[in-house]
């Protein structure tokens, strides 16, 4: 058997700086090669067998994952908010971050997370860019309400965006001049190709091999729709890594973080560590639930008698992350249960 020899990566745009340890801790090698496909390779060509690797998740984390996994006897990513020995260190620089996490890697002390696979990273980032189409689009609309209000152009705010009243408007209203339409159109036109471009993204992952039989099950609860479905299925991933509901919320960013010492206990707002697309999704979701479940729509008056509407939006939107757990892990349709099944409260 040949003993195992440990890596650690620090991972920047341009650079990547290593340190290559065997189990009693002694260094082997150091350096910094490009961070480019073709260096990482070269570099791999090098190394002592056997050998595994771990590094920090950053925005370049998954194409380097990618190229290390089929040569590796293992690749990990650490938590960067949980590397505490490298975030409170007096001295740090890249090299020395470099020997931390091989040494955070080789005495088992790695605060590892989850890497999806490549094909839902890759579906991940379409369903983000999609997200992102649809702020640009809102801004659009808002600028051309904007630039009306600041004509002092009289219009019908829930027919302002359909085509037919646009274009009337524009050539009607006398109080908007050839500068004013000209931006006016421009605003319009790019908001109209946002949305195309937008509702092709969404059609082509509604399709999907990998996505569609998974997102048709997770439609069948009631107030998810495909936007929300898909969400779930990207960001998550492998639902079967939350071992409860409560961790699933806890991911999703449902609720406060704790804090608490000897008999002093104090609960914060909701957490900042958290997926926010998750929580963004899910929690509009929790708003449009009440009106297509009577059940989710008696959980939120229950709690809104308690006195705080936003506590029901997100005591709706942590059942819904109940549901959706059911339904993935299940593989199977959502049924409700009979209310003579029921015990009463």
């Known amino acids: 058997m040949h003993a195992m ?19 009693s801790g002694r260094v082997h ?37 990618d190229q290390l996994v089929p040569h590796a006897a293992a690749v990990k990513v650490a938590h960067p908010l949980m590397l505490r ?23 088992d002390f790695l605060p590892e997370c989850y890497m999806a696979s ?11 860019y999609r997200n992102l189409l649809v702020r640009q689009m809102v801004q659009m609309k808002n600028k051309v309400a904007g630039l009306l209000m600041e004509a002092g152009v009289t219009y019908n705010k829930q027919r302002l965006h359909k085509v037919g009243y646009f274009r009337e408007l524009l050539a009607t209203s006398p109080d908007i001049n050839d500068e004013l339409r000209c931006l006016l159109r421009l605003c319009h036109e790019t908001a109209v190709r946002l949305g195309r471009t937008e509702s092709a993204l969404m059609r082509s992952l509604q399709r999907d091999s990998i996505l569609q039989e998974r997102v048709e099950r997770l ?6 729709g495909p936007v929300t479905a898909l ?11 939350f071992s409860s509901i409560k961790k699933a919320i ?22 900042k560590q958290r997926n926010k697309h998750l929580q963004t999704t899910l929690i509009e979701a929790a708003k449009m639930a009440p009106r297509n479940s009577a059940a989710l729509a008696m959980i939120y008056d229950r709690e809104k008698q308690k006195g705080n509407a936003n506590r029901a939006t997100l005591a709706v939107a942590r059942k819904l992350v109940a549901y959706l757990m059911a339904v993935d892990r299940g593989q199977r349709s959502f049924q409700a249960v009979e209310a003579s099944n029921c015990t009463a409260a």
């Not at 020899?5 to 189990?23: A, E, F, N, P, Q």
């Open 5 to 23: 020899y440990y890596i650690g990566l620090d991972v920047h745009k341009r650079t990547i700086s290593y340190c290559v340890k065997d189990v």
């Open 29 to 65: 090698r150091e350096g910094t090669i490009p961070a480019t496909r073709m260096d990482l390779d070269g570099w791999m060509s090098t190394l002592p067998q056997p050998w595994t690797v771990a590094m920090e998740a950053t925005v370049f984390s998954g194409w380097i994952y």
């Open 85 to 107: 020995a490298i975030a409170v260190a007096k001295k740090k620089n890249d090299r020395i971050d470099a020997n931390k996490i091989c040494d955070c890697l080789r005495c």
């Open 118 to 128: 490549t094909e839902i990273r890759e579906r991940r980032r379409t369903l983000r």
């Open 219 to 224: 439609m069948t609860i009631p107030a998810v």
């Open 231 to 241: 969400t779930w299925a990207l960001e998550v991933g492998d639902v079967q890594r």
């Open 250 to 271: 806890s991911y999703c960013g449902l609720c406060g973080a704790e804090k608490s010492s000897g008999t002093l206990v104090q609960r914060t707002p909701l957490s």
